[in-house]
């Protein structure tokens, strides 16, 4: 596990991503093929896992504890690479820590609202639905677009438990693609980390174009601020990966998006 050893240089303090499994990866491979002389660290929360269906209260809870723990490490920020979080906690704690904290969907819906598509479609979780944080963040921009958000409430378990080809699972896709397709959108958010795993079963229902995958544009935006504040770092490339539970789940299924050489450090969490 990598000691933090900071104290001459903060740039070179980690820089933690997290989300409830393996969906953030496709954030962190894309952060780390982009600046890959950050020290990493990054948390999947599978005991809570899926945060989808969870409370309120239980997902500020649940990020708290996993800031907590990203505090002890001396991190200088902390990448929200989940929708669900984002979108019900990140308002609740973005206050009460001194690092920088990113979320996907806030630091997303800017650039995203100024293409100024007429119509867009966001597929996520039932919780960041329920939000409606996308539909306000992408309005806060571009007040004319229409926003059209419908919750995939079976994709994260497909992912997660590698279902790809069942048949139960090409139907839903299948289902979900053709009642967004009604509304003709200009483009389609996959807003929840784990979807842009189902990317070759989405493209089977709709053209590949039409989907929006936010990590490329999401580390774009971490990487411009992290240098605009001066805290890149030239000299690291380390990462450690951390799980509240399923270790041997988490490295496995890993594989779709980021190879992850080592088993994961399994930590408990207050929650
Ligand atoms: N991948 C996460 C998101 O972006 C959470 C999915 C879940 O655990 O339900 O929303």
């Not at 800031?67 to 704690?93: G, H, M, P, R």
Request: aromatic residues 12%; neutral net charge.
């Amino acid at each position: 596990m990598s000691t933090s050893n900071h104290n001459n240089n903060p740039n070179s303090r980690p820089v933690g991503f997290f989300d409830s499994g393996v969906g953030g990866l496709s954030v962190y491979a894309r952060f780390k093929q982009t600046i890959p002389q950050e020290d990493t660290l990054y948390f999947g929360d599978l005991a809570n896992m899926p945060y989808g269906n969870k409370t309120q209260g239980e997902l500020i809870s649940f990020a708290r504890d996993i800031l907590d723990f990203f505090k002890e490490k001396d991190v200088k920020a902390v990448v929200i690479a989940c929708n669900t979080s984002s979108a019900q906690a990140y308002d609740f704690v973005k206050n009460d820590y001194e690092f920088k904290i990113y979320p996907i969907i806030q630091s997303c819906a800017r650039v995203i609202a100024s293409y100024n598509y007429k119509s867009i479609g966001v597929f996520a979780t039932e919780a960041t639905v329920k939000s409606g944080v996308y539909t306000r963040e992408l309005k806060k921009y571009n007040p004319t677009v229409s926003v059209h958000e419908i919750s995939c409430p079976n994709w994260v378990p497909i992912v997660e438990n590698n279902k790809y080809t069942e048949k139960s699972a090409i139907e839903d896709v299948k289902n979900q693609v053709d009642k967004m397709l009604e509304f003709s959108p200009d483009r389609v958010i996959l807003g929840c980390t784990h979807y842009p795993y189902l990317m070759s079963l989405l493209k089977e229902f709709a053209p590949e174009e039409l989907f929006i995958d936010p990590a490329a544009i999401f580390v774009d935006y971490i990487k411009s601020d992290l240098g605009k504040s001066g805290l890149l770092n030239q000299n690291g490339g380390s990462e450690d990966f951390f799980v509240s539970a399923n270790p041997e789940s988490f490295k496995a299924h890993a594989k779709i998006f980021y190879q992850v050489k080592k088993l994961p450090f399994c930590v408990k969490l207050s929650s």
